[in-house]
């Protein structure tokens, strides 16, 4: 099959990135269906792409012509079978949860069309694994899209162990498609590009909290003041707790134990406050977007230790051949989130030997080893 065959998409699950996938299906010129577990749940995601599509219409970025076409284009489904019938690619966008995710995919499985794409947009789950649930493994592929999806650009085009390179190129070619910027990750591997880069970050910043180095405030003003759209611990409460901590767990198991998520943050699980979603996280977000108070910032924080792990991270990437260049990783860092800048473009900036030098001794003085410097950092030269 190929991109121009595809006329009809689903997508499972339509919370913060179901939805958001569902409207960039939308507005590619897709017919759409969207399926989660209660009607309540289907209604609200339609209402927030409803919601979404009004601020682009008073941005005129669309016409109320499109609009009404694009919500004629759109089914909603409680039932798993009939949400995929007539579809010819499907996008998972259900929690976390790595069981979760292969029952989806199996019911999926028996219920669409034989020709049919399975994507799933897991933010740092085995490909194969998820696509192990099903029989045919050469048509699951990972899609992995970034929050919010109707505004980041990055697309990472996962390869699990089987998938075929006709199901890559598809893919990668419904991104564009989807005015995306697709990155192919040729190693079906832990966090794949984006959020593995920025995995270490997550331990640091725990490490800040429990240490009482700073408060979340002191670092997300800082943050801001240097020009990120949002700090660290704002963007945990905006893609939700339950995302950083369940993906953390994942992490602890498969890559280091010093993933572990911080007893505070299971706490906040515990206690449902997930973040923007449930109107409290880290931050109160009932009354909307925190007002980040700047006069907080700590000053003597330097952002430059956030990139030097960052950095090095990113070479480990290369080292295992998980994407093409280090070009393809600044390339996906640039796109998925706010960086004005890839790593390895900031890294020829500072200097290799420098963040190098940052790296051992963040080692040293946390006690971990992640943040260790790889040779290739070392060695500089990328
Ligand atoms: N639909 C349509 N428009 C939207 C929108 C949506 N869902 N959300 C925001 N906008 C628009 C706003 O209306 C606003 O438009 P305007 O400039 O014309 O008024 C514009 O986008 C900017 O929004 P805001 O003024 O509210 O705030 P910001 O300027 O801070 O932009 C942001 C919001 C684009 C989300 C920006 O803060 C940002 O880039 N944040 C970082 C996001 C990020 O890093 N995402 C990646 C997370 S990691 C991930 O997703 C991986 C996964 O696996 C977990």
């Known amino acids: 099959m190929k991109v121009g065959n595809i006329n009809k998409i689903a997508v499972m699950g339509a919370g913060d990135m179901g939805h958001g996938i569902a409207e960039v299906a939308l507005l590619a010129g897709y017919k759409v269906t969207v399926r989660d577990i209660e009607q309540r749940l ?37 039932d798993i079978g009939e949400s ?46 998820i696509a192990s649930a099903t029989k045919r493994p050469g048509q699951v592929v ?30 990668y070619d419904l991104a564009l498609k989807m005015n995306k910027v697709p990155v192919r990750v040729e190693k079906d591997s832990i966090g794949f590009v984006y959020n593995r880069v920025n995995a ?22 800082r943050m801001k003041k240097v020009g990120m759209p949002m ?29 572990q998520p911080a007893s505070w943050l299971k706490a906040k699980i515990d206690a449902g406050e997930l973040g923007k979603k449930t109107g409290k996280g880290i931050y109160d977000w009932s ?20 990139i030097a792990i960052q950095v090095n991270e990113a070479t480990k990437l290369l080292e295992e051949g998980v994407v093409k260049s280090a070009d393809e990783i600044d ?22 030997d420098k963040l190098a030098k940052i790296c051992e001794d963040l080692a040293q003085q946390y006690g971990v080893t992640v943040f260790k410097p790889t040779e290739t950092l070392k060695q500089g030269n990328i």
Do not use: C
Request: hydrophobic share 40%; aromatic share 8%; no cysteine.
């Open 42 to 78: 289907v209604d609200r995601g339609l209402s927030r792409i409803k919601e979404s599509l009004g601020k682009l219409l008073e941005k005129q970025k669309i016409t109320d012509e499109n609009k009404r076409t694009m919500l004629a284009n759109i089914e909603t489904f409680v």
């Open 84 to 129: 995929v019938t007539d579809v010819d690619l499907v996008i998972e966008a259900v929690p976390e949860i790595m069981d979760l995710k292969r029952q989806v995919f199996q019911a999926v499985d028996a219920a669409a069309p034989s020709h049919a794409i399975l994507a799933t947009n897991t933010s740092n789950m085995s490909v194969t694994d």
């Open 142 to 171: 990972g899609m992995h899209f970034f929050n919010p999806a109707v505004l980041m650009k990055l697309v990472e085009v996962i390869k699990g162990e089987k998938t075929s390179e006709e199901t890559m190129q598809l893919t």
């Open 200 to 221: 270490p970050t997550a331990i640091l910043l725990r490490q800040i909290v429990e240490k009482g180095i700073a408060a979340p405030e002191e670092i997300d003003a």
């Open 231 to 259: 700090g660290p611990y704002e963007l945990m409460d905006y893609v939700g707790l339950d995302v950083a901590y369940y993906g953390a767990l994942y992490f602890a198991d498969r890559l280091s134990s010093e993933y």
């Open 287 to 306: 009354k909307g977007r925190p007002e980040i108070d700047l006069s907080k910032a700590k000053e003597d924080f330097d952002p430059t230790v956030l």
């Open 331 to 352: 390339k996906a860092m640039v796109n998925g989130g706010g960086a004005g800048f890839g790593p390895f473009q900031l890294a020829r900036g500072i200097g290799y």
